[in-house]
């Protein structure tokens, strides 16, 4: 074990659903990037998901994913991207992934699920599934499962709505979302440095504009309009939003005024760009 696990005698392999049994002394255990990481004051057992052998991603016959909560980074980058797919979809992965701050070595074993459950606002994964109207599905401790929307299952800074024995089993991709015009921009105080804000647009093939926050607020949040938004009613929009929540996140990756700043400004950036696509 690692030195920092020195309270934790039991790695325990799970193989069936029975054998997820955890508790605030027992937790799941998949890639373990962050785990091993830090001190974890009162872990004693650790229950392997890994051994579960759940698919990784499984493409659905709509035409949606699902992706299992086990799922590595790398894994889901090697699914091969369908023809039905709308522009951007296919890169938004891989730009996700890259917004992770980690070297691409860590994608071999972090996974989508961990990434998620982690709830810290620049998880990576976090804001590719949340724009792209993500759902959790968990399992109950009862043998029950309920499920989720990404926006909110994620409820604060490394506060999420699982319940004590609850545990998440996958996350699920529509195909409407999937096949929507996708737009992307990450704003840093450094090249290399975690993220401080994150947009990501969509233009849905029914008509619809979606913009997705992350990074720059506590938890995801996401704004939706039956048609294009003009520049006020999309700043209108996301500045509810946010006030409506815990406000603009503020630590040592960006100040909360930079942080909105550069939301605002990469929104209509994107706005301006996937208006301008459809007008071709």
Sequence with gaps: MNMDLIEVRALRAARTRD????????????????????????????VDLMTLGWTPVDAEATGGLRIAAT????????????????????????????????????????????????????????????????????????????????????????TTALSPGEVLRRIDLPAHALRARVGFRRSALAP????????????DVAGSFVATV?????????????????????REAIEASVAAGDGWYDDAHGAPDWRRARTLAMAEELRLELTAEEAR
Excluded at 30 to 43: C, H, I, M
Excluded at 192 to 203: D, K, N, T, Y
């Design 71 to 158: 799922c590595t980074i790398a894994q889901l980058l090697a699914h091969p991207a369908d023809p039905a797919w709308g522009p951007g979809v296919a890169p938004l992965f891989r730009r996700a992934a890259e917004s992770l701050v980690a070297s691409w070595k860590i994608w071999n074993a972090a996974t989508v699920g961990g990434n998620v459950c982690m709830a810290l606002p620049a998880g990576a994964m976090t804001s590719l599934t949340s724009a792209l109207d993500g759902e959790a599905l968990i399992w109950q401790a009862d043998g029950g499962e309920r499920r989720l929307p990404i926006t909110e299952f994620v409820t604060g800074v490394r």
């Design 192 to 203: 290399l440095g975690r993220s401080g804000a994150i947009v990501i647009a969509r233009r």
């Design 19 to 46: 054998d997820l049994r955890v508790n605030e002394h027992v937790r799941p255990l998949a890639g373990g990037t962050w785990l091993y990481s830090e001190p974890q004051p009162g872990l004693e057992e650790l």
């Design 214 to 234: 992350t990074a720059a607020t506590t938890r995801p949040h996401r704004v939706w309009f039956a048609a294009p938004p003009t520049a006020a009613e999309l």
